[in-house]
């Protein structure tokens, strides 16, 4: 994509509203703009973002057996009347009634709507386990929605839900889905951290939040140091094994929130705990019966006799994801993306415009990136370039000026604390763009 013809309204000041790192860049890297509190219009360069992040969570999901549908945003009140909980949940719920005086919702998640499909459509125990999910907007009506993406009104989720025809069929579901976001946040760069849980307005007696490190977390955490040091990147599974080990060997360590911690317990663990802030990124409940008791949800079982399903359901915060990472990853001169995230790779420099071996030599560089790169071939000053590009936070970034082309270099830069900058061939800068490109783990 040329930046001349790109959507991309960045700003060079913090806006005044913004008060956490995440929304102050969002807004100044032109990725979202507010469309009433707590609700935002996501731009080309957030909505780039958002997708990717939406497909990493799509793949890891189809790769432990969920299988995608898609749920609509207004559910019929009568289904949540059904499982008790319309009038327990309060006000964040957005209650609507139509021209038929029908009560309607502006779903906060969909346990009852997927209790109602599931109960309509499975009639034996030979099509259990299920586990079905979809990527979809939610609403909560927050009393104070703020922090931009982190904590807005409407937002992105992804939730699924497993089915079961016992207990202990529900508990390898629920470890299927605890190993998947292990390995869903691994792949976007992210060390996530499993932590013992309360179940809130969903319910249930087994839960874990998943929760980044960032020093601007709305969380206090304590951990084991000894969990910091697993690394699931690359790390293969096989979903049809016992996957107990697996959620042993990350749960067995210690790590808890603020509301969960045991200070005794802490003590033990002398200069291994680490005190730090996270950010919860995902959320994991096992409920039994919860919903199928009250909405009749059952199947006959071997013997015929009917027996309720066991549920769980998975929530990842697709949208918060894109605020979560930006504030674990970023610097003073602005966002710095995790390539399996960004929005683009490579951002592409021309100091020159018009020159025509500078020209010449970005759109061969153009040509080869194709989808992957952000051309800069604005008339602007090279300052102007360099700041929005650190602004905007893409991995790399290749500089063509006529001092460089002269001498048959351009300049690779990686973006970060650990990045660097080396002057090579077009060529070389190629294949060094092409032998880092993150490959699927």
Known sequence: MRRSAYFLPTLK???????IVSHRLMLRAGMIRQSSAGIYSWLPMGFRVLKKIEQIVREEQNRAG?????????????LWKESGRYEDYGKEMLRIVDRHDRGMLYGPTNEEQITAIFRECVKSYRELPQILYHIQWKFRDEVRPRFGV???????MKDAYSFDLDAAGARRSYQRMFVSYMRTFARMGLKAIPMRADTGPIGGDLSHEFQILAETGESAVFIDRALLATDWAGREVDYSSDLSPLVDELTGHYAATDEKHDPAMEKTLGDRLLSARGIE????????????????????????????VEMGSYGIGVSRLVGAII??????????????????????INLKPGDAKCDE?????????????????RDERAGVKFAEMDLIGLPWQVVVGPKGIAGGTVELKRRGAAGGREEMTLDAALAKLASTRPGRS
């Not at 549908?69 to 559910?75: D, E, G, S, V």
């Not at 199928?292 to 015929?304: I, L, R």
């Open 13 to 19: 000041e913090n806006p005044s509203e913004a008060q």
């Open 66 to 78: 969920a299988q995608e549908l898609l749920m609509p945003t207004i559910q019929p009140a009568e």
């Open 150 to 156: 982190m904590r807005g009104r409407e937002f992105l």
């Open 281 to 308: 990124v995902g959320h994991i409940f096992y409920f039994g019966t919860k919903y199928s008791k009250p909405m009749n949800a059952a199947v006959p079982g071997p013997d015929g006799t009917p027996v309720l």
């Open 327 to 348: 504030e674990a990853s970023h610097d003073d001169a602005g966002i710095i993306w995790p390539e399996p995230v960004a929005p683009f790779r490579v951002g592409l």
């Open 361 to 377: 030599a970005c759109a061969t560089l153009y040509r080869a990136l194709a989808d992957d790169v952000l051309y800069d071939d």
